[in-house]
């Protein structure tokens, strides 16, 4: 059988003859992006083949799949290459590098009363662990001061596990890592999809709870704490990252009328899904309000007491699946929109996540003078999210981008520094960013669908209540991706309406902090469980006037009207 060595990090893997070349980097745990799932769209799963020979019916059938450019330095589509021979292949550099990931959000201050608790019986010598009003185990002596839980919030492309003293409610520590779910696609459809085919499901529940394992006994290990110590973990996410995370098939949440397996607010055996913690410990999954409205957003809910708030207040996660909350003094109304991997620099030219050599922050100042922020400040290898809505949101308000979408035709109104970025190739208009990164009329595009789907549902959820944009109060803005964002850049896209301007708060990885809450007030289980039943979800998909409200919302904003809000 022919052997495949990747580049940089000299693993080797045997495969049989004819297999593919993403599904050897697979074997191999090498981690080679692949958005799409192997359906050789997204173009991410660029390698380039240092030895050995490739199918020349690869070269003949894709010619046309990547740039000239690309193809002269040799990079090829590792999802459309087959393994004929022996080979030796360079991934690119950004494949496996290191990623920002959020840990951090706001939380508001509950009582300190855990759903798990000890009590110790002076006769006996012994100490009960107790799981609301059910002994779950016993243990020698008095050991009534060790008692732990975990918070995990399973985001479609990271993971972030937080360790947690249940008698005194301190956050110990935090650990994170990147979803190994990736490799075999970035939003949940890719991962539905998968999950139904031969070994799918398995597939990705176990890699999942590998990866949470190992943070487990990474925080374990720091902090001196066993396992058999750790007695509760919550779990927190979208729904489809829920019934991944105890094997639940999720193809009922692929096809109409997207209905869940599970529904939360329950618990089940740690052991039954192969997590670590102790013998006897449980794993508690909060509510969800729909198919994609799910217990991050629970959680989001509970961390930020939106249900207690007065006034207008709009929740937004902005990310692959755009869910939100608009809470009219208290009163919940959810819904969410497939906004698709683009903010997640997927489907985007040179689009990549936010690790070291990302443009993440781009601005323009009054001369056309371009400023380009890049994590790790290297050199640019690519775009992450963040930088993909400054640098469209920019583009936007300097008149590069008009108001449908297009480069402008008339750059001899722009200053120089603008227009002689405007280049062309393959007969298409790029914007250069140098280092042979730019963005294309595709790419912008694939933005205008991505925040035409968020502002819908923002605009669909405030007309159902009869209110207008002026009438919000407060924006929250929850999860990672959108804690990197600017409030001017999401001004200047569109995403938000310019009334929102002067009224945007970041609240950051709620998920994870309404988790800790679940873990450590009891009371928050039946309070969001009612409050999640209580809450109308809206289909927009099937709710009157959205095919135009979407339509709308995938224009640009008028220059003159960001130019207001910014002097507000």
């Known amino acids: 059988m022919p052997t495949v060595t990747f580049l940089p990090k000299h693993v080797t893997v045997e495969v049989a003859y004819g297999s593919g070349l993403l599904s050897a980097a697979r074997r191999a745990h090498v981690n080679i992006e692949s958005p799409c799932n192997g359906g050789g769209t997204c173009e991410k799963c ?5 030895a050995g020979e490739v199918n020349p019916e690869y070269l003949l059938n894709h010619a046309n799949v990547l740039t000239e450019v690309e193809k002269h330095n040799g990079w090829l589509l590792s999802c459309l290459v087959e393994v004929t021979s022996d080979l030796c292949v360079e991934i690119s550099e950004h494949s496996d590098s290191d990623n920002q990931i959020l840990s951090e959000g706001v939380t508001h201050q509950r009582q300190l009363r855990p759903w798990v608790t000890k009590h110790f019986d002076v006769n006996d010598n012994k100490t009960r662990i107790l799981s609301g009003h059910n002994i779950i185990a016993e243990e020698p002596g008095d050991v009534l001061d060790i008692i732990y839980g975990i918070a995990v919030d399973i985001g479609t492309t990271t993971i972030v596990v937080s360790l947690v003293n249940l008698i005194t409610g301190e956050e110990l520590g935090v650990a994170s890592a990147i979803n190994p779910q990736t490799v075999f696609g970035h939003d949940v459809l890719s991962r539905i999809k998968f999950a139904g085919e031969n070994d799918g499901l398995r597939k990705l529940q176990e890699g999942l709870i590998e990866t ?115 809470a009219v003094n208290g009163q919940l109304h959810a819904t969410s929109t497939a906004a698709g991997p683009a903010f997640e620099g997927m489907n985007i ?134 804690y990197h964002l600017r409030p001017e850049s999401l001004i200047n896209l569109g995403l938000l309406p310019v009334a929102f301007a002067d009224k945007i708060k970041y609240v950051g990885n709620t998920s994870k902090t309404g988790a800790i809450a679940f873990l450590l007030d009891r009371n928050a289980r039946e309070e969001l469980f009612q409050i999640v039943q209580s809450t109308p979800t809206i289909d927009l998909a099937h709710s009157p006037n959205f095919d135009k409200i979407f339509v709308d919302a995938l224009a640009f904003p008028m220059i003159d009207d960001i130019r207001v809000a910014a002097s507000l």
């Open 46 to 50: 660029k390698v380039r083949i240092l």
């Open 212 to 326: 949470l394992n190992k943070l487990i006994f990474e925080l374990a290990d720091k902090h001196y704490v066993t396992r058999e110590r750790i007695y509760e973990a919550v779990f927190s996410g979208n729904t489809t990252m829920l019934h991944l995370a105890v094997a639940a098939n999720p193809r009922s949440l692929g096809r109409y009328p997207y209905t869940p397996l599970i529904h939360g607010g329950t618990s089940l055996p740690a052991v039954s899904i192969g997590l670590q913690i102790a013998a006897n410990g449980e794993v508690y999954l909060p509510p969800i309000f729909d198919a994609f409205v799910g217990a991050d957003i629970t959680s989001g809910v509970l961390a930020t007491a939106l249900n207690q708030l007065s006034g207008v207040t709009l929740f937004v996660d902005v990310g692959t699946n755009g869910e939100m909350i608009l």
């Open 349 to 482: 030219s040179c689009g990549m996540r936010a690790a070291n050599g990302a443009i993440d922050m781009f601005k323009i100042d009054d001369d056309g003078v371009v400023d380009i922020r890049t994590i790790g400040r290297s050199e640019a290898a690519g775009i992450c999210g963040s930088g993909l809505i400054d640098i469209v949101g920019e583009l936007v308000i300097s008149g590069v981008i008009d108001k449908s979408g297009r480069f402008t035709k008339s750059r001899e109104d722009l200053p120089y520094e603008l227009k002689h970025r405007l280049t062309e190739r393959d007969g298409k208009t790029l914007f250069d960013l140098g280092n042979n990164v730019y963005l294309s009329q595709k790419d912008i595009r694939q933005v205008q669908l991505a925040k035409g789907a968020i502002r819908a549902g923002i605009d669909a959820l405030i007309q159902l209540r009869e209110l207008k944009p002026n009438d919000v109060d407060t924006v929250l803005i929850a999860g990672s991706f959108g």
